[in-house]
């Protein structure tokens, strides 16, 4: 598999907390993007990240990726119920330069957060 | 509204049937795919094309088949289910912007 491994698999925490999660992944790299998936619903796009970008904010969300250690993380600043859901990071691999256009998937990290 | 459709949101079909998952997208946009996905399991690209006429394999083997006659229309096809492929299946499409993805809703699939 193009990608690693996303930890942790599961996270709960309080409303107002922060919650941090990690994606390791295998390949060169063109962009890195996270989503989030709502139970038994479709993904929806969060932030995209560019592999010449070292981190990125929006709203709430920050972003950083380290490209030396094919690593990224996704933290979401004081959390809310409504944002319990299934985070999934996915990268757009490149081979000898060019992208495959294609995103590849982590298995995702369950995040509930209580009230 | 620019969005993307699947439809059936549901299906329970018997084995031996043949069935066309719908996926259809307003936002012209030229890239298109077909993820399966286990409950709480990561996504696993099946099936994507790059434009009308346009169609490759994913990463994960599928039985399935697509095909894309018109750039807003990439409906996939089983022949014969089977209990194997009972799963949920996301179609997404994209601009190659930095908006990324949008993925409809997904069809849920139950083949007794």
């Known amino acids: 598999s193009q990608q690693g491994e996303e930890d942790p698999q599961a996270l709960s925490i309080q409303e107002g907390e922060n919650a941090t999660m990690n994606c390791s992944y295998k390949?060169?790299?063109?962009?890195l993007q996270w989503y989030r998936q709502n139970s038994g619903r479709g993904l929806v796009h969060l932030i995209l990240i560019r592999s010449n970008e070292r981190e990125k904010h929006s709203g709430r969300l920050r972003v950083t990726l380290d490209t030396s250690k094919k690593s990224s993380s996704l933290l979401i600043t004081a959390s809310r119920a409504a944002d319990t859901a299934s985070y999934f990071c996915?990268?757009?691999?490149?081979?000898?330069?060019?992208?495959?256009?294609?995103?590849?998937f982590g298995q995702g990290t369950i995040l509930t957060v209580h009230p | 509204e620019a969005d993307i459709y699947q439809t059936p949101r549901y299906l329970v079909i018997g084995t031996g049937k043949k069935i066309t998952l719908e996926c259809s997208q307003t936002m012209g946009h030229d890239k298109m795919y077909w993820y399966q996905q286990d409950p709480g399991m990561e996504l696993h690209l099946i099936h994507y094309s790059y434009g009308v006429n346009s169609t490759e394999k994913g990463d994960l083997s599928s039985e399935s088949t697509v095909s894309r006659i018109r750039t807003e229309h990439f409906p996939l096809t089983l022949e014969s289910a089977r209990p194997s492929h009972t799963s949920q299946y996301l179609c997404a499409s994209s601009d190659q912007g930095s908006n990324g993805y949008t993925f409809g809703s997904g069809t849920r699939l139950t083949v007794v």
């Open positions: 996915a990268t757009d691999g490149v081979a000898g330069g060019t992208s495959y256009g294609k995103l590849t």
């Open positions: 390949t060169s790299i063109n962009n």
